[in-house]
């Protein structure tokens, strides 16, 4: 019986539009016991399903293509690998999407926590940014930089006062591929040596370049590249070789146990060894660059030992090479405490790249660096045809102003700790549930079989949880080397009241 | 106010800017950063609607460069910007995890405006980014490296695109462009060979040849069997250059790359190149020799596409020929940024062996301004006006060109157009930098933004918005005329 009631579509029912309350009504009809549920025929008693927030906002109406017809052009008009992308065994059909929610072209409401990957950084269509982006549409789009427009220098002086010195010069791009792009060309430029050097499990883009710079097999492919990329062992504290109980920046640890005093972190102190190794072995003893994400996206949100970075840059910088810090998914105000992910590591990278929250999701990447580096650039000539485009730099520069006047970054520090601090309780919880982590709305759940052997939960049980998550009305993401990661990215805004989850 | 009506300037410009309906809003001045980009005196733009661009002090310019190509229907067209406001109040971005329909509607209409079997289609940001993919695709799909492109032509700005490019500029002191190679330009103005009806443009060079005209009858067959020590001499109905150009491609077959490659790419019409344009069979030739060594063919048309060449929708229909795969961007979404890659169904599968993601790649608001810009295009009829309108601009500066010594070469297809300019007609060198800066900024101060290129920058683009009528194109010809003259009087 609560299969069926569970399962029902008819957005008419009980007269209300939103799915989710008319399944309120419909529980609570069946909690009334009526004709619909008899006793003797429920065996178990049907679960309380948690209530969607409520929320006042009259999607559009879906007037477009039937779902078959788009899964049928998908699968001829679009490249093959959009269905392997393409997630959930019952894919979601986005319509509308406003804020926090994303409506499908039945009108049902979902709790987007992923955020189109970590991407819509102030909220769908948010009502500032829109308009910011409308006025812009009806002065200019596009000239190319062979120009100048305000735009686009209000908005690099708007960032780089965001940044410490002397990270002040900007270069924009389209995407947080092109960014890490430009970035090895001007490590490898500024410094004279070719090699970098980042994280097993690290993610930098799908550029040819950037594929280098990515450790992780699903995305590289059998052909010659990545020449000069090396990798060092991860310093992953739950799913490495070392790790303890208090290593991470996070309001919460792993479960794994340490004897290291307050201060000490032994783990580091043996990540840092193999990498001292790859020093010794892998690569000449002049390099090009470090880089790294601040906390690894997707790869599931994978924190370091708090002085992992500050420990690596010094040894990075003997060498002749820079640091760079990937801030695409970890940079404005995700993490709470801090505008930049880096900076909580109490570090100062030589490069800083950003993309995808940027600007909300309009395509735009960014490469922030020192005078002195960018002027290598100017060893020949680079050119990015919609790079800092008006339209582009207008939407970056009211995105900042929103996650300023709305205190998105509190709220992220706010609201996310109090995620993980009741995630973490679910981990005592469950035995399948291995490890919580991360900061702010960066946020990590790993799965396992067991907490004693911590091997990542099989697939097949990982996407029946992910579907039925969905089914039950939220949106999360999935990362990890083999895919255990189930990742919370947070919209920042305040949620009203209700819990997300099954008490 | 209008800067150029200003009396001042009807001494040196007999013509004055078309008029103009629209008023833009003023620039409230704040803070701003000096960047040197175009011009000695750099032009601050606030404002753009259809082909005009307004600077900060109100000035008006005709703008014929589109922000190189890109701005295809016209600066804030209204129809395709209130395509884009609709779309913004209603979706933005959630990448391709889920499906939401604006991405499969646009890439079928685009789809449909490809012929059989390039009807798969993968969306990036940026040329460079749809570039980077072709290479990826063609060497998984053929299983060989190499990749062959013209001198002279520009394929993008990432480390991969870097490698296709071919213009020293562009190219920096790192190691990069691994299985990257270069044919001789069949530049038929510059270049070794050429003649008086080598291109598919209304003006010819003003080479001499003693080729004949009319249908080529010339076969694939008859290079198939040349080696390079054979010299192939001139038949009737032939393109001698062609002839010669295709033989130094032979020759690049022998040394430089092994017997299977990869790829072969090129730009139906150069764009940062200048224009330049090949003999009418070149391609043709070029791509089947490219098949017989295993590789694909791929047209870039971030420039040539979307009906600016005005007989066809894309370049390489002019050529008639059949690519395996062409990428596209610019003016794909009248400067939303935004590319994309259509190839066959057996091409699209090789890249199954991994994983690509782009983030931002076919998000709902591009696809949505792409879409409106396919509409906007068919119901302005744009294309034939890129015909109509960019024949006759060719056709006048062909006399320009016939009246000034400087100027060598008018070349290019609908409104893909440029004019070479030279120190003169016999040695055709280029015209010296410092002087194109002249005629350049004059023709700027005369209210014309057009665009430079060339291996030399001795190239100027004209590349407008595809709304540009006969009157815009009369007012470009007084001032381009009386710019060169300004410099001729000065000199």
């Given at each position: ?70 899964l ?9 690998m959009i ?15 406003y ?52 735009q ?16 002040k ?9 092109e ?44 052909i ?35 004897s290291c ?118 060893k ?88 039925d ?7 999360i993401g ?18 009203s ?7």
């Open positions: 019986m609560h299969k069926v009631c569970s399962r029902l579509h008819g957005p008419a029912l009980f007269g209300k539009t939103d799915l989710w309350n008319s399944l309120d009504a419909c529980m609570k009809f069946h909690n009334g016991g009526g004709v619909l549920c008899q006793k003797s025929a429920v065996k178990h008693p049907p679960p309380v399903l948690p209530q969607i927030p409520p929320f006042d906002f009259k999607p559009e109406p879906y007037q477009g293509m039937s779902k078959d017809r788009l049928d052009i998908r699968k001829h008009n679009c490249n093959p269905m392997k992308v393409t997630y959930y065994k019952k894919p979601v059909f986005i319509n509308h999407g804020m926090q929610w994303l409506w499908d072209v039945d009108g049902r409401r979902y709790l987007d926590l992923f955020a189109g990957i970590v991407t819509v950084s102030v909220g769908h269509c948010n009502p500032k940014v829109t308009e910011m982006a409308e006025k812009q549409l009806r002065r200019l789009w596009h000239t190319t930089s062979i120009y100048v427009n305000p686009m220098q209000e908005y690099a002086e708007k960032l780089a006062s965001l940044l410490p010195d002397p990270l010069v900007v270069y924009f791009t389209n995407s947080g591929s960014a890490n792009d430009l970035a090895v060309l001007m490590a490898r430029l500024h410094t004279g040596n070719f090699d970098v050097i980042t994280l097993r499990g690290s993610y930098h883009g799908g550029s040819p370049q950037a594929i280098g710079l990515t450790s992780n097999t699903k995305y590289k492919y059998p010659p590249s990545s020449m000069g990329c090396h990798n060092t062992m991860c310093p992953d504290v739950f799913r490495g070789l070392w790790g303890g109980s208090h290593c991470r920046d996070s309001p919460v640890q792993t479960i794994r146990e340490c005093s307050p201060g000490h972190c032994q783990a580091n102190d043996m990540y840092i060894r193999e990498l001292k190794e790859m020093f010794a072995t892998t690569v000449p003893d002049r390099i090009a660059a470090f880089f790294t994400e601040p906390i690894q996206g997707n790869s599931g949100a994978v924190q370091f030992p708090k002085n992992y970075l500050k420990d690596t840059y010094q040894l990075v910088r003997e060498k002749g090479g820079i640091c760079i810090a990937d801030e695409v998914q970890t940079g404005f105000g995700r993490t709470g405490s801090h505008f930049w992910g880096f900076q909580g590591h109490n570090v100062l990278p030589d490069m800083v790249t950003m993309a995808k929250g940027i600007a909300n999701g309009f395509p735009m990447g960014a490469v922030v660096t020192t005078a002195e580096i960018a002027s290598s650039l100017a020949g000539v680079h050119f990015n045809t919609f790079g800092g485009n008006p339209l582009a730099c207008a939407v970056a520069s009211s995105v900042l102003d929103t996650i300023k006047e709305d205190k998105m970054q509190e709220n992220s520090a706010d609201v996310g700790t109090y995620l993980l601090t009741e995630l973490a309780k679910l981990r005592d919880k469950y035995e399948i549930i291995g490890d919580v982590r991360g900061k702010g709305l960066q946020i990590g759940v790993e799965m396992v079989k067991d907490k004693v052997s911590r091997d990542p939960l099989p697939s097949e049980a990982m996407a029946e949880i992910f579907e998550t969905k089914d039950m009305g939220v949106l999935k990362g990890g080397l083999y895919g255990q990661v189930g990742e919370g990215y947070l919209k920042v805004h305040v949620l009241g209700s819990s997300l989850l099954c008490a």
